[in-house]
């Protein structure tokens, strides 16, 4: 569910990049608009789990660098910090999604233009988490 959260934006925007043109204007908006409504979802879940129940996570994925007295592991830290900003992120991003669908509406090229902003929203939440 952790991971769910940072990668959902990136794998909408990849699928609106490739498939913008099958799904037209409108699909892609609908596309982006309920994967951040996902997003905000799974983060409310998150925010009760880590900042009301007081209990942080950690997720290492893997070793990046392991030498003798030197251990560096890629991974993400789950603490009430990073959890509250990052529910005030997804917040409005979910509402910068609604708004510049409407604002755009009119735009022919509207697919590449939430698929860029899911990506800008991807790159925001993976620099929360990222440790």
């Known amino acids: 569910m952790y991971l769910v959260l940072v990668f959902l934006p990136l794998i909408t925007a990849l699928s609106c990049l490739s498939f913008g043109f099958l799904i037209g204007r409108k699909g892609s908006a609908i596309l982006t608009i309920s994967s951040m409504f996902v997003t905000f979802i799974i983060i409310n879940i998150i925010f009760y789990e880590v900042c009301l129940n007081q209990s942080p996570t950690t997720i290492t994925l893997f070793t990046w660098l392991d030498c003798e007295y030197l ?8 603490d009430s910090l990073s959890v509250s900003l990052l529910y005030i992120v997804c917040f409005i991003s979910l509402l910068v999604h ?10 022919p090229h509207l697919p590449r233009f939430m698929s860029y ?15």
């Open 117 to 131: 902003l899911s990506v800008f929203t991807f790159f925001y939440d993976y620099s929360s988490y990222c440790r």
């Open 98 to 107: 609604i708004y510049s669908y409407d604002y755009m509406n009119s735009d």
């Open 71 to 78: 251990h560096v592991n890629w991974g993400f830290l789950f």
